[in-house]
């Protein structure tokens, strides 16, 4: 059972273009969270994602950021018009239709740096 | 609103023992969990605590105290390989989305 797959492992892209960062959970995971981490700070949340819902985007900019979980293929955390700020490491944990306490898998995380 | 707080930096020698204290304050506690993160690499979950007392697995023991919002990770026997980051999280309400602390890095010495 592969764990939870980010892709990319590094992305660099240049201020003012998109990033796509995508995370395919965990085999049997309903449950996606897209966490960001930056530099010398602890992980932050930024959105619960179920197939096809977004049940949680509090953590979200509320601007250029947006996420998704289709019914078919990754979850996609979106990023318009980086700006250098927007670097960091995000990471994507998935946890089964369990329940709120279950443990939850992450990933490797993208590492973004905007230049 | 919620607030996690951890020691930012702490140092132990090869073999001792060491303690990592979390306090917490948040609304509709309903677990607390302890990941550990190596640099450069995914957090790995550690413990899950969601009633009072000590929960033990291994060299690694983690306590929660309710009533005080207090919670902390034990390491025994430590090891070089334990050096690394050490992240205290609550969960709240029925999301299940982590709230961090800021992490403890701990630095094992020989």
């Known amino acids: 059972n592969a764990g939870v797959m980010q892709n990319p492992r590094h992305l660099v892209r240049r201020r003012g273009q998109e990033a796509r960062l995508r995370c395919s959970p965990m085999?049997?995971?309903?449950?996606v969270y897209w966490y960001r981490q930056l530099p010398e700070e602890g992980l932050k949340f930024m959105v619960y994602l179920q197939k096809e819902n977004i049940i949680d985007e509090s953590g979200m900019p509320k601007e250029r950021f947006s996420a998704e979980f289709p019914k078919e293929g990754p979850s996609i955390l979106r990023i318009q018009q980086v700006v250098r700020g927007d670097s960091a490491a995000y990471f994507c944990a998935s946890s089964p239709p369990r329940g709120a306490n279950t443990e939850a898998f992450f990933g490797q995380g993208t590492r973004l740096t905007v230049v | 609103g919620q607030n996690i707080d951890q020691p930012t930096e702490m140092t132990a020698t090869e073999g001792a023992i060491v303690q990592i204290n979390c306090t917490y304050q948040t609304s509709g506690f309903n677990g607390l969990f302890w990941y550990q993160q190596h640099a450069g690499e995914a957090p790995t979950f550690l413990s899950y605590n969601v009633l009072d007392g000590l929960e033990e697995k291994g060299r690694f023991s983690s306590f929660l105290s309710r009533s005080k919002g207090y919670s902390y990770l034990l390491l025994k026997e430590l090891q070089m390989k334990d050096s690394a980051s050490y992240l205290c999280?609550?969960?709240?309400?029925?999301?299940?989305?982590?709230?961090f602390g800021q992490g403890t890095t701990l630095q094992v010495k020989p």
């Open positions: 085999k049997g995971h309903s449950h």
């Open positions: 999280a609550v969960t709240s309400g029925n999301t299940g989305k982590l709230i």
